[in-house]
């Protein structure tokens, strides 16, 4: 789908009560390839309204720090946001119930995970291709939202468990972690170069974590997503790696959209990202194992209702089955319909069907979570498992009063039906 301008994108029509303006002055200026090629450019300053002041890092590619209220852009590469993860902390054991495709016994490995990695918990990964984490669903005793306290500002949060600790990351690169998966503070090594940049998303493979975020102009879908690493998630500093994947930069005229990245490593060890919204629907692009893109292929994964609106894509691994997860409707404006949908594929490439059999391509999806008279506009969720118990991670405005402020953190119990269908306990 090719909206018109006037239409803005979805993270323009998000931040709209935050005063956003002029998002990304000059994207044009440094021409991504649509590869992991850079560009060059000069550097701009700014105040991210979200995020705070932003200071671009130092790189060799590219110039822009994306804001998410008035953006610096920084003498340096230009990164993006992705989500895969390691092993369950304690992947021995598949849940009661499985459906077709685990085993209640051995499921080593946990979720998943560059190598099935017993320490980290975070969403997607490799490894662990049958494992079956989470709580079987008992209508008698359904999943419920956790009581969270502390520090829960977060727009589109994406989060990564290592042993006990979840880190978390949001748009405007806000970080934050917990011990207890409840209580949240600061993450004193988190941050990334590009502090204003929306929808950050934390992987591991190729050795190393990668950061993931992206930058768009200002309501269009000329945008870029580019990459961060480092060693370790609480010690050391990002590395900015450049863009990895952007679209219509310099002669390009694509249809797609290169925000909301989310990384899914498959049972070879290769890495995919998923990522998009509004124009064409969700897409994937095959990385290679040190981030960057491999290829030049576009694989087509959804779509929104009659052509509407479908952002915020993750794919998590269980049982077998890749599950695709995406946020129809509008987050932070009328009618604040936000809710957040489900298909699954035996491929990662799809294609993703819902529970009803409709193609995710089509407009499909069987809906997870939708708002209540509490929570408004659920939506952008990530996955993760945490004592080899599923959770779904995402934000929610407090309605009616909120609905118009900061995005707040979400947690809720994701439990399985017979079938392997993820049931939620949001809003």
Known sequence: MNLSLSLLSHRERRLGPFALVAMCCSLASFGCSGGASSAQGGA?????????????????VGNVAGGVGNVAGAAGN???????????????????????????????????????????????GSGGSDACPGAAYDPASPPKALMLTGNLGAH????????????????????????????????????????GAWAPDISNFGGVFHLYYAVSS????KSCIGQETRAALDSGSWADKGNVLCSNMGTTKDNWNAIDPNIIVDDGGVPW???????????????????????MEIHDLASGPQGGAVEGPFIFKR???YYLFVSFGSCCSAPYNYTIRV?????????????DGVAMTNGGGTLLVQGNASWSAPGHNAVIVYDNRTYNVYHALAAPSGQNGVATLRIAEIAWDANGWPVSGGP
Not at 344 to 354: F, K
């Open 44 to 60: 701009s300053a700014g105040t991210d309204n979200v995020g705070g002041s932003v200071a671009g890092g130092a790189g060799n």
């Open 78 to 124: 230009l990164a993006g946001g992705s989500t895969s993860g390691g092993g369950d902390t304690n992947p021995t054991g598949g849940s009661a119930g499985a459906p077709t495709g685990g085993s209640a016994g051995a499921s080593a490995g946990g979720m998943g995970g560059t190598g099935g990695s017993n320490v980290g918990g975070g969403p997607g």
């Open 156 to 195: 589109d949060p994406a989060a990564y468990v290592v042993g006990k600790t979840v880190y978390l990351a949001a748009t405007g690169i806000a970080t934050k972690s917990s011990t207890n998966l409840t209580t949240w503070g600061s993450w004193p090594a988190g941050g990334g170069t590009h502090g």
């Open 218 to 221: 200002f309501g269009s879908n």
């Open 273 to 295: 990202m998923d990522f998009g919204s509004f124009w064409g629907g969700i897409k994937m692009a095959k990385l290679n194992t040190d981030g960057t893109r491999a290829d």
């Open 319 to 321: 049982c077998g089955f």
């Open 343 to 355: 298909g699954r594929s035996a491929t990662v490439t799809g294609p993703y069907m819902d529970k």
